[in-house]
């Protein structure tokens, strides 16, 4: 008799579970006759935020594989040069931030001032190390309640590098390179043949096959949007590529740094109906989508209702699992953020440091695939099951 209640409450318990979601998305497998599985397009695109940054050090080749194995449909980077003209992942234009650059005694002069969208701003600049030089340093963590065990092991990656990452991942997995502080990177890195910063970028893509317009044949085998805070890098770029683009926006207070527009004139009906031309989306701070008060969100502003007016996708950003970030509203619970986004906000992209965290959801609310058994096959195989113990 104990046995049979247990039994049973197994069968129950299976019930529960395969009713109650779906099939997972097979991370390391690969389609019919060695295709690898298509990139979904169906639902937002969770896209890994300088890889799964949330538990190892942003931009490092361990960050987006990482994210790759939880579930990313992109990795995200932000594009930067050498001083010798090599394109390198990595977010601030200085290096102190998230490598171990102040330890090394042979590069102290290399701390210097430069004149930064408008600010002065001080540190060890990128473009003032030539590539081999970058390669000395390792990464760590910009945030110290993260992880700090991955801290002075991983080395900056090139774009190539990154790249390859992608290419390499047993299923489709798209790119999100950003275009990072263009204007900057025109003036101190110069280029053979008067090519700009932009070109590089677009070069580099080109090289390993990237192109085509959004959600062509030819997308779809190597998914890829191209960003930027810099609207004339993405018209300047429109010429080279038809790779669809997205224009990033800032906080309310930041102008653009190539128009120095404001935020309200970028996210006005007049600028987004002449911006589309060239972009397939815009990409803003999140806080800007729904505005926050004493760390409370507020009523959302008519920001993606408008974008998608104009045919605009919209992929927000930076979601993250920390109380530190989350805001009250969602009672410190990640997964609430992303039902009120996704549910009520009806974003079309994430950003997120915590890709896992974003697959798990997606997969839990997920309607039963196709390849799922229906509800009679379950009980029927259950009344199998329980069968031979009828008698007990």
């Known amino acids: 008799m104990i046995l049979t209640r247990c039994l049973l409450s197994l069968i129950w318990l299976f019930l529960l579970t395969a009713c109650a979601g779906r ?6 497998g690969k389609g019919g006759k060695g295709a690898k599985l298509p990139i979904k397009t169906s639902r937002p695109y969770n896209i890994a935020h300088r890889g799964s940054n949330g538990e190892i050090p942003e931009e490092t080749a361990p960050a987006y594989l990482r994210a790759i ?8 980077t932000d594009v930067l040069s050498s001083k010798d003209g090599v394109l390198i992942c990595f977010h601030d234009v200085i290096l102190q931030n998230t490598t171990n650059v102040a330890s090394h005694k042979e590069f102290a002069d290399r701390n210097r001032t430069y004149e ?10 990128t473009f003032d190390f030539t590539f081999k030089e970058l390669k000395k340093l390792r990464t760590k963590q910009r945030y110290s309640f993260r992880d700090q065990q991955y801290n002075g092991k991983y080395p900056i990656i090139t774009f190539e590098e990154f790249i390859t990452i992608a290419r390499d991942a047993p299923r489709v997995v798209g790119i999100y390179p950003e275009i990072k502080n263009p204007v900057l990177m025109n003036q101190h890195v110069k280029w053979p043949g008067g090519e700009r910063f932009e070109d590089k970028v677009v070069e580099t893509l080109k090289k390993y096959g990237y192109g085509g317009s959004y959600l062509s044949k030819k997308w779809l085998k190597k998914p890829l949007f191209i960003q930027s805070f810099a609207p004339s890098s993405l018209v300047y770029i429109s010429n080279l590529t038809d790779s669809p683009k997205v224009l990033l926006i800032d906080e309310v207070t930041v102008r653009t740094e190539d ?13 987004f109906n002449y911006i589309k031309q060239y972009v397939v989306g815009i990409g803003p701070w999140k806080d800007t989508v729904v505005r926050v008060s004493n760390n ?25 699992n920390e109380n530190e970030f989350l805001h009250l509203n969602f009672s410190q619970d990640p997964y609430k953020e992303y039902e009120y986004w996704i549910n009520e906000i009806g974003v079309d992209g994430l950003f997120t440091d915590f890709t896992g965290s974003l697959h798990n959801y997606q997969q839990w609310t997920s309607p039963l695939s196709e390849n799922s058994k229906s509800p009679r096959q379950l009980l029927s195989q259950i009344a199998s099951l329980v069968h031979p113990y009828a008698k007990a």
């Open 23 to 28: 099939t997972l998305y097979p991370l390391p």
């Open 69 to 76: 194995e939880e579930g990313a449909d992109f990795i995200e």
């Open 116 to 125: 930064v969208q408008g600010s002065n701003m001080t540190g060890f600049f």
């Open 259 to 271: 128009t120095n527009q404001t935020y309200a004139e970028i996210t006005s009906d007049v600028y």
């Open 296 to 320: 409370y969100t507020q009523a959302p502003t008519d920001l993606v209702e408008r974008a998608h007016a104009h045919n605009l996708q919209v992929h927000p950003y930076t979601y993250r």
